[in-house]
């Protein structure tokens, strides 16, 4: 098994470590564990086009998009 020592870690770092693994009440190696986990648990391929506008909802009426076209405003030269 592989240790990390988190004395290793800048001083803001492990402040930041204990205060985020208090907030969730977890142990620091917990915590840590959590981080990685999320970090390496991203998606690498980004989503197609059609993938994200399959994934929209259907809300809506066509007309709650349409412009208006009233952009003009009185100017003085």
Avoid: C, Y
């Avoid at 988190?6 to 969730?24: E, F, G, M, T, V």
């Avoid at 059609?50 to 412009?67: H, I, Q, T, W, Y």
Wanted: proline share 1%; net charge negative; glycine share 2%.
């Amino acid at each position: 098994m592989t240790s990390i020592n988190l004395n290793d870690l800048s001083k803001d770092n492990r402040d930041r470590l204990k205060q985020r693994a208090a907030i969730h009440g977890r142990s620091l190696e917990s915590e840590l564990d959590s981080i990685l986990t999320s970090v390496f648990e991203e998606k690498t391929a980004e989503n197609s086009l059609k993938e994200l506008l399959l994934a929209m909802p259907d809300v809506g009426e066509d007309e709650d998009f349409n412009r208006v076209r009233d952009n003009s405003r009185e100017i003085s030269l």
